[in-house]
């Protein structure tokens, strides 16, 4: 059955539900590979892995998603959201074949040492790695076509639904999370029952979706043009995705700063020529504030995950609870209460909100102390971060419908990767500036012995240099360990930069919409009866 047109009929929640199925099982992907990769007991000792290599393998999984939801959305009106829906699929299949053959070959290398042992677990996890790969572009896939898909089911109310849509995501984490803590044990005699777990989600989505009537993106049914599609994120959108797109291919298979140039300058230059547009100034502006957003969703997890996972393990807790809580509160306001706070506030007015509350948590968490405080401040923080990224897709959705796909798309994959190759990096050298700062007041000139200096994008920085730690007696190792943990969680009073800059940009955006008669969904006229509600 082909993709249709829903022209004026009620929206089909089957299909509704099943795209928020397909959203449960990129998560239950995600966390049950983390599971396997930074648990010592797993994958780490049944592949030999070091740290970098574990992080080659988580890392695996994550940068095909970004990429693959970017150049996904360039064809996905032309395969048809169908097609997109039967790739990711086939890609969940596939990872769990090549993750059951690594599993079978390991195993059947029982009795050998040295450099066959070592042969053998190489040979696994390239097919792990490969099958991580695969896996990465199946949850891309997913986000590209049901992102759109919804989009254009309920074009009159895009940002509440989307919200509710994305409660898929923390959902699966919560329920996978869960499944993977009571599977624990079993896990350790046998890791495919974690492999297996995804298929759950997988299969019912496919069963769910398999049969259903995805509508025609309202871009589409309003006889839009694909240049004219192409023309919303112009020249100056294709650099700044281009770039970061081949930065990371880059990164992954060591192309040199000078191929990613070139490559970026050819897709801009190409793309800039078809559309003959430098793109919508209002998309550009979104753009580059998904770029903080991404960084403050996405880049303080780790370091507020590990506040919290502290007191949790002293009390004999899981630290997969850390997770599963802050995922909580993310599901139950994106499920229920986003359509409530949306229609008091607004899009923007949220996003607004979000800020200030983002602030707050940061700034709070730098100095708190203690279970129940950490806790506090880690929940306001929860409540602010939990809207951000579906209601930015959503304000994308109703301010540039004939970006469609796209743009919808394609500011996701914007932030994703952002985060990695930009975000990532200055938030780790405000959190060195702050250990360094918190080392520097508590024991002058204790710093210059330890630390070494290095560069990133930016330019230069210095960085406590672990070997040097390692030189220092017992005591003042101790000492020194306190005072970079102590560090570590002051940096998150830095890290409220990002928030504050993006709380700037939609107070100026509240104050451009209101000189123009205030914020409006743009709407496109359905020529054919296109779908939606």
Known sequence: MSDTKLGNSEPDMKLFWGCFIALITTAFAFITRAFLVNDPAFWQTTFALDQVKAGELFGAGIWPFAISIILFSLIIDKVGYRAAMYFSFICYALYAFLAIQAYGIVNAATGLEGDALEAVQNKAYSRLYWGSVILGLGNGTVEAFINPVVATMFKKDKTKWLNILHAGWPGGLVLGGILTILLGEQAAQDWKILIYLIAIPAVIYLAMLIKAEFPVNERVSSGTSYREMLAEFGAIGALIAGYLVFKQLGMVFGWGDNAVYLLTAVATVGYGFYCKSLGRPILIFLCIIMMPLATTELGTDGAISGLMEEPLKAAGQHPLLVLIYTSAIMMILRFWFAGPILQKLGPLGLLVTSSVLAIAGLFLLSSASGLFMIFACA????????????????????????????????????????????????????????IKDTIEKSTPGTYETISKEDTYFLGKYNAVDGDKVATLDDAKQGEVGELIKTGKQSSLARITIFPIFMLACYIGMIFYYKSRGGYKPVELDSGNGGGGH
């Open 379 to 434: 929940t306001l923080y929860g409540f602010g971060k939990t809207f951000f990224w579906p209601t930015m897709l959503g304000v994308v959705s109703e301010q540039c419908p004939k970006g469609g796909a796209l743009t919808l798309n394609a500011i996701a994959g914007i932030g994703m990767l952002a985060v990695g190759i930009l975000g990532g990096p200055v938030i780790g050298k405000l959190t060195e500036d702050s």
